[in-house]
């Protein structure tokens, strides 16, 4: 157990809706990170977030967004889904800048 | 821009047996950090190895050892007396320290390892 916990862990929902995923990082971990794991695409990081500011930006579609809140909890909202949005999203957390990340269970997401 | 390539779709070992996952990574920055991380079955990411670009020593952490060849811009992982427990995707992920990449990783597409008993 990494410590990291994500909610969802599935998620099945159609093409257009919206959905939010929720992230909470180990105690103390200021960084949370998430990415999407597809099977054509691999491991995609999309945003980075410290102590509730956006840090760093990947290749996150402008329907994505996400947020950290101020007990450093996290969500990644996906809007107007497509089908192409079916994947794994991670959610990952570290204590410093250059530490280890360490992974959430994933959600699982299944746009039908 | 930074790159992480495991040429290693997919790979065979006996139990028992060591196996090295290749690694190697593309690179401006000076200063940067190495990753090995393994993805089984049920999906969780598990942190595998470090390796940081200015440390002499190649790290090992139980069976698990990074053959970091700095030079070669390699950093292959070497499996000792693997289990059939070590079945899985291995991805190795690379941290650079400049820029917007100031603290995420960028990953390899992985490896499958297939551990027979």
């Known amino acids: 157990d990494s410590g990291v916990t994500q909610t969802p862990k599935h998620l099945i929902t159609a093409t257009g809706q919206r959905v939010t995923l929720r992230c909470s990082p180990r105690?103390?971990?200021?960084?949370v990170y998430w990415y999407q794991q597809s099977l054509d695409q691999g491991l995609q990081f999309l945003i980075q977030y410290y102590n509730g500011e956006e840090r760093a930006k990947g290749n996150i579609l402008e329907r994505f967004s996400a947020q950290q809140f101020p007990d450093l909890h996290s969500e990644l909202n996906l809007s107007s889904l497509e089908l192409g949005d079916s994947a794994l999203y991670f959610c990952?957390?570290?204590?410093?800048?250059?530490?280890?990340?360490?992974f959430g269970e994933g959600s699982r997401l299944t746009v039908l | 821009a930074q790159k992480i390539t495991q040429t290693q779709p997919g790979m065979f070992v006996q139990e028992k047996e060591a196996v090295t996952l290749d690694c190697t990574y593309d690179t401006s920055d000076q200063s940067y950090g190495l990753f090995w991380y393994k993805q089984p079955s049920s999906g969780e990411m598990i942190f595998l190895i470090y390796?940081?670009?200015?440390?002499?020593q190649n790290a090992t952490e139980g069976r698990y050892s990074l053959n970091f060849q700095k030079a070669r811009k390699s950093a292959n992982l070497v499996i000792s007396a693997s289990q059939l427990g070590d079945s899985a995707m291995y991805f190795c992920a690379m941290r650079g320290q400049g820029g917007g990449s100031q603290g995420n990783l960028i990953f390899g597409k992985g490896t499958k390892l297939s551990v027979k008993p």
């Open positions: 990952a957390s570290s204590v410093r800048i250059d530490g280890e990340l360490f």
């Open positions: 390796q940081g670009s200015y440390d002499e």
């Open positions: 105690s103390g971990d200021l960084s």
